[in-house]
């Protein structure tokens, strides 16, 4: 151990806990990395910064044993190491909470923490670890809930105690504070700056420049697949991070403070009364809902997971019955749903039918495929979807031109009324600038706009006017960012 | 130049599958200890000897397979995975029997027409048992249809040995159809009946109906992305499921009153050697395309009638042609993970974007 | 013996061999991997069971059954698990294929006709004492080896499932192959596992009907078993003690027809034949909301989440 082996450290220097160096990886035709490196040391919070598609989860992957890389090395404290599995990573302290919770709903915390360790299962004494462990790191959790039951930040919590079960000295946390409200967010990052200064490494994806620059102690940019900066902290600015993610040419929207609010001009396009609504298991997720939204304005909502927004969106769109109360929507509502990929579109169909797929239900006879099909290059012009042909599937295009064709074919025949769902996650800032732009023009031509984005700062950037659903009750708290994240809280623990 | 890629790309798969299925068999053969040359001659001869053998055992054989593989195309593509293409097949087949033994001969060919109707409804009828108890009642399709498979073979039995047993009362099968019943044939001499004709004009108009029609965009639509399906298309996705499994079943249905009214001319327990459970081999070969299907079903027809000859001119049980049809479908399943693994064949064989709008010669997603 | 205890006999008699399969298809299932070949696995340990009975005697021939079970549901496993392919496509080829090649290799073994070869079977074996109770005695302490074996699989599995870090992994597996591989599990090696138990199981069930009951082989004698059992899983709610109460309810609607026909009611055997298929399908759609399934059962695991 502590023995230099590189010839790209001083040599006084101990070893770093983990280095990465000239990791590449190819998906077919795909470059996902080409040449990364990352170190980081004992008692270091380090942020890995990079656009969407930069590489920074695959190269977490690779780090984890998920994914093993086409090319480069992996050290841990100077000793070189293959990691085939992530059990073989566990092995060497490292642990990863990815940005998709790799818990089981059925099982209990103690049976997703006792998962894959060896020995005799013994879930008494799992859960004295547990609580062990909740106590010592202050991360509080009940060893006998069942998963499906826990809120998100619960579950977020139950990823970390599982890595630290493990004896994780290396912690990696890919997007940690995407799902959890302000105040959670910043308990998440008070605490992995304790593991640190208590020895541990923590490696933090993220997107919020001034969130990292708070906490980090070093960071790394990721572009295109390639290390283009490694500083400390203290050397870098957020003008300095941003381009180096974007590269010589950017061209990011402008950041803005929520616009001032527009002369309420429009007619009330959607109104509701009093509404509930039910989740798929038939629990009552929205309780009160009573909202108005003018035509020609975007309305933003802000709520933490589970407050009923899912539902209250669908009621909106029309694409969920409630279960009392009024609602008054128009005949044809558009609807961009978070999950494009299982609710918007058929991936293997091609872009012509997925056109067709909007109005379905009431079409008549004969597909008239060659008008549908010269319907779908003007949309594709319009809104920019870079595509071979209306033949292709849409498979075959990229996560951001998916979202622009799923935007686009919901605002073809102008609707009255357009509901977003979490327009851009997933996209990169370019794809996100297009959404936005797309969503401000329908504004502009008077369609009614509602948009909930679980980041309450693109919610904030989009919005003339924010509404907050907090415990199935929809509620306007100003436009303040602090006023409005303490009313998301609210009433809902 | 673009177009001889796409033929090769489409018939890839199923030659590999032909191909790797043969050798299977003659290995099998050779291991068994029977003449090889001799087997695969008499195959041979049973299924493309002569005309009057193509006409009277290939094509004949191939008339149900299609109708069945017809029905499992409908069903797999509307994302159904209807088993049971063997009792509602049967089920046709028992209820134009009922309605052929009973009518008027006088009624003619508006008699066979009425039988292939009830036979239709009735195949219908018994795929929406499975329908209902899936809706309704969440039971898993798969093992609905292969219970109500049973229950159809019991009742069939109970059928002819009941109800409708021939009138001496000694076989366990009905009474013989009415000449005047029965469907014309098509060449004087062969089996050959207008059976075969309906079975590729049913081909014809559902590759039609799938995609051309309003019905069969919102049937493909759900089955490849249901969710999508409903929330985009505001589909209602359990109706069309529905319907599309009715669907199904009478399109088995229609394939069981053909083979009473065509070749059997009566109802026994054993009228069926498996079609329904062939079909699903028919479909997966052609890609769950109607057109291609009719080739597809030509092929195992060829396989059905040469394995008779097989096992009366060289004694090679029958059952060894199951075990090459297997093969089939497990080829088939296998290539399609070659085909996605190996990157040289995914740009020879898979590459560029699908050239029509109905996206027939891949449909991956909505291929089980 | 009084007709009620008869009645209990063949009960057990006809859910030995369903238990035993559905045993099997339940670990399985709870792996995530639903194998409709089963039906072809049960006839194959038929013939492997008579092929190895001539030779070696009835229990060493009962494991030879379990083998060749086994055998065939590997390939299923490397078709399904290894290939990716859709399960229920490729679980019916599987039992095409087994019914085909058992229906072959028994004219090529034991001659055209199929002249009937019996094999020596396993003698009831009673339990001292309980054998003599009244009613029960007979159907649950005086029977073959198999019966006993299946028995016992029951608190075996539901220990295993429930108490072991490898049961675990299974019932995780089929929950979420994705969380189970981020555990450090392999879904692949684990389905194989569950997939090749299920094989193990269905063969044994095999053997046990040509071993302990009919002491002959007959071409498509598992005569939709193999299907009655994956639906005594589901009926069970995928678990062990479900698939016990299950298989025996199953049994007792097939032993129906020796109580009718003790009790002179006359109805044609066909209705017997159905009977249980009709009984299993109201059962399943009276279960309704009770029961879930393993959330991924069936399902492809992506092959970016496998190893």
């Not at chain 1, 974007?246 to 402008?254: F, H, I, K, Q, W």
């Not at chain 1, 851009?424 to 329908?442: E, S």
């Not at chain 2, 013989?176 to 004009?201: E, K, M, S």
């Amino acid at each position: 151990m502590g023995i230099p082996s590189g010839t790209n450290r001083a040599v006084n220097t101990p070893a770093p806990r983990l280095a990465l160096t000239g990791i590449s990886r190819r998906f077919g035709n795909v470059t996902a990395l080409d040449g990364a490196s990352l170190t980081a040391a004992r008692g270091e919070v380090h942020a890995l910064l990079g656009e969407n598609g930069a590489g920074k989860s695959s190269l977490m992957k690779i780090a984890f044993g998920l994914d093993q890389p086409d090319a480069g090395t992996i050290e841990l404290d100077g000793q070189r190491t293959v990691l085939r599995t992530p059990r073989e990573a566990m092995a060497r302290g490292i642990g990863m909470v990815q940005q998709h919770f790799a818990l089981v709903d059925a099982l209990t915390v103690s049976e997703n923490v006792a998962l894959g360790s060896g020995g005799r299962l013994d879930l008494a004494a799992t859960a004295n670890t547990i609580r062990r462990l909740s106590a010592a790191s202050g991360l509080p959790l009940d060893p006998d809930a069942r998963v499906s039951t826990l809120a998100v930040g619960a579950q977020q919590r139950l990823e970390i105690i599982k890595a630290l079960a493990r004896n994780a000295e290396v912690l990696i946390l890919d997007e940690p504070t995407a799902v959890l409200v302000p105040a959670e967010a910043r308990e998440l990052l008070n605490w992995t700056r304790r593991f640190a200064d208590a020895g541990g490494t923590v490696i933090l994806i993220a997107h919020k420049l001034r969130e990292i620059l708070s906490i980090a102690d070093r960071v790394t940019v990721l572009r295109r697949g390639t290390t283009v900066l490694t500083a400390s902290a203290s050397d870098v600015t957020e003008q300095l991070l941003a381009d180096a993610m974007l590269g010589a040419t950017r061209s990011a929207p402008p950041m803005r403070s929520m616009a001032a609010p527009r002369a309420a001009a429009g007619t009330p396009t959607i109104t509701l009364v009093n509404v509930a609504a039910n989740d798929p298991s038939g629990v009552e997720r929205l309780t009160n809902a009573s909202l108005s939204v003018n035509s020609g304005e975007i309305v933003g909502i802000a709520a933490i997971e589970g407050a009923g927004q899912r539902e209250l969106l669908r009621v909106i769109a029309g694409r969920l019955e409630p279960t009392r109360g009024t609602v008054t929507i128009p005949e044809v509502v558009g609807f961009v749903p978070e999950d494009r990929q299982r609710d918007a579109i058929v991936l293997d169909a091609t872009l012509t039918e997925n056109l067709a797929l909007r109005g379905a239900d009431r079409r008549r006879g004969l597909m008239p495929w060659q008008s549908l099909s010269s319907t779908t290059s003007d949309m594709l012009r319009v809104h920019d979807v870079r595509a071979v042909d209306t033949r292709a599937t849409i498979r075959t295009l990229s996560g951001g031109n998916q979202q622009k064709f799923v935007v686009g074919r919901e605002l073809a025949d102008s609707p009255l009324a357009l509901v977003v769902e979490n327009p851009t996650r997933g996209l990169d800032i370019r794809a996100t600038a297009a959404v936005h732009a797309a969503l401000r023009t329908a504004r502009d031509a008077g369609t009614a706009v509602v948009v909930y984005s679980s980041d309450l700062d693109e919610v904030l950037l989009l919005s003339d006017r924010v509404l907050v659903v907090a415990a199935g009750a929809v509620r306007d708290a100003g436009s303040d960012r602090d006023a409005i994240g303490l009313a998301m809280l609210d009433a809902s623990r | 130049m673009a177009r001889l890629p796409r033929v090769i790309r489409a018939l890839f798969e199923p030659m590999l599958a032909i191909t790797l299925s043969l050798i299977v068999l003659t290995a099998l053969l050779a291991v068994s200890g029977y003449s090889v040359s001799a087997a695969l001659t008499a195959l041979w001869h049973g299924a493309f000897g002569s005309w009057s053998v193509i006409a009277s055992g290939t094509l004949v054989r191939a008339t149900p397979l299609l109708f069945a593989g017809l029905a499992v195309t409908v069903a797999f593509r509307a994302g159904i995975l209807n088993i049971g293409a063997e009792g509602q097949l049967l089920a046709g087949a028992a209820a134009a029997t009922a309605v052929s033994v009973t009518i008027s001969p006088t009624l003619g060919i508006a008699g066979v027409a009425l039988a292939l109707v009830v036979g239709g409804a009735a195949g219908g009828m018994w795929a929406g048992i499975a329908a209902v108890l899936r809706q309704r009642f969440g039971v898993l399709e798969v093992i609905s249809t292969i219970m109500l498979n049973v229950i159809m073979l019991h009742l069939t039995g109970l059928l002819v040995r009941g109800p409708l047993q021939e009138g001496t009362g000694t076989f366990p099968q009905s009474a013989l159809i009415d000449p005047a019943l029965r469907l014309p044939r098509i060449f004087p001499g062969t089996r050959l009946h207008v059976g075969v004709a309906l079975a590729v004009l049913s081909a014809l108009g559902l590759a039609w109906v799938l995609r051309h029609t309003a019905q069969g965009f919102r049937l493909r639509m759900t089955g490849a992305n249901p969710r999508a399906a409903a929330s985009a298309g505001g589909i209602g996705v359990a109706r069309v499921a529905m319907s599309a499994f009715i669907a199904s079943g009478a399109i088995a249905g229609l394939g069981g009153a053909v083979e009473v009214t065509g070749v059997t001319f009566a109802l026994y327990e054993n009228l069926s050697p498996g079609y329904g459970y062939t079909a699903i081999a028919v479909a997966l070969l052609a890609r769950l395309n109607p057109m291609a299907a009719i080739g597809s079903a030509v092929v195992f027809g060829a396989l059905e009638a040469g394995a008779a000859a097989m096992q009366r001119e060289a004694e090679v049980p029958a059952g060894m042609v199951g075990v090459a049809e297997a093969c089939v479908i497990l080829v088939l399943l296998a290539s399609e993970w070659i085909g996605a693994r190996a990157g040289r064949w995914s740009t020879l064989f898979r590459g560029g974007p699908p050239s029509k709008h109905v996206s027939e010669l891949s449909p991956t997603s909505d291929q089980p | 013996m009084s007709a009620l205890a008869d009645f209990l006999d063949a009960s057990v008699r006809s859910a030995t061999p369903l238990l035993l399969a559905a045993i099997g298809e339940t670990v399985s299932e709870r792996s995530g991997v639903i194998n409709v070949g089963l039906e072809g696995t049960i006839i194959v340990g038929c013939l492997a069971g008579l092929a190895a009975a001539t030779i070696v005697g009835p229990t060493a021939a009962l494991a030879a059954a379990g083998i060749a079970g086994l055998l065939l549901a590997l390939i299923f496993a490397i078709i399904a698990i290894w290939l990716g392919a859709e399960q229920i496509i490729a679980g019916t080829a599987i039992t095409m294929m087994g019914l085909g090649l058992t229906g072959t290799l028994y004219r090529v073994l034991y001659g055209d006709a199929g002249a009937a070869l019996s094999a020596p079977t396993m003698a009831p074996i009673g339990v001292p004492l309980l054998q003599d109770l009244p009613l029960i005695g007979g159907a649950f302490f005086r029977q073959p080896l198999p019966t006993y074996l299946a028995i016992a699989l029951v608190p075996a599995v539901w220990w295993w499932l429930n108490r072991t870090h490898s049961g675990l992994a299974i019932r995780a597996t089929g929950e979420n192959p994705a969380a189970a591989r981020a555990s450090g599990i392999s879904p692949r090696r684990v389905q194989t596992a569950g997939a090749l138990f299920g094989g193990l199981c269905g063969g044994l069930a095999g053997g046990t009907l040509v071993l302990a009951q009919v002491g002959t082989f007959a071409e498509g004698m598992s005569a939709g078993r193999g299907f009655i059992a994956i639906a005594i899983v589901a009926l069970g709610r995928w678990s062990p003690v479900g698939a016990a109460i299950a298989a025996l309810f199953f049994g007792m609607a097939s032993a129906l027809q020796f109580l009718f026909q003790s009790l002179e009611l006359k109805l044609p055997y066909q209705v017997f034949l159905a009977l249980p298929y009709a009984l299993t399908l109201l059962a399943l759609a009276f279960a309704r909301g009770r029961y879930r399934a393993p959330a991924a059962l069936g399902a492809r695991i992506g092959t970016a989440d496998i190893t």
